[in-house]
Structure formats: structure tokens, C-alpha cells
């Protein structure tokens, strides 16, 4: 086993920071890139649903309806009375 003089530690050290540099740039760019793709799916899809509500009615059209109502003059009910005795 070899000991490296100071200068190739420090080099190997700096490589180790590079590599840890690297891993930490990818990771957020990954985060950044998911970021993205969500942002855009989530616009897509409001697009999606603005056009259904907007066409959904058209075909349709404009329905009314057109009701009278007739008057009827309501008989009123036979009525009986009753008498309670108390004993």
C-alpha cells in the first residue's frame, strides 16, 4: 500500500467534490424536469376541461318550455264532527 504525496490527495479530494457537485446538479435538474412535466399536464388537462364545458352546450341548443297553468276552483273537503262525552 502506497501513500500519495499531498498534492494527489488534494487532487483525489477535489474529484470527490466534483463527483458530488455532478450527483447534486443532476438530482435538481431531474427535481426541475419533473417540475416541468407536472406544470405542463396540469395546463393540458385545464385545457382539456375548458373545451368540454365550452363545446358541451352547443350541440344542445336553447330548450324552453312553454307550461299553463289552469285555474281550478278546489272543493272543500266534507268535514264531520265529532262529540266526546267525558264518564
Partial sequence: MSELDPSERAR???????RARRSRNRGRALVWLLRLVVAAVVFFAG???GRALESG???????TTVRT???T?????????VTVSSP
Fill in 12 to 18: 483525489e479530494r477535489e474529484r470527490e467534490r466534483a
Fill in 57 to 63: 352546450g352547443e350541440s344542445a341548443g336553447t330548450n
Fill in 73 to 81: 276552483t278546489l272543493t272543500p273537503q266534507e268535514t264531520v264532527t
Fill in 69 to 71: 297553468l289552469e285555474v
Fill in 47 to 49: 385545457l382539456a376541461v
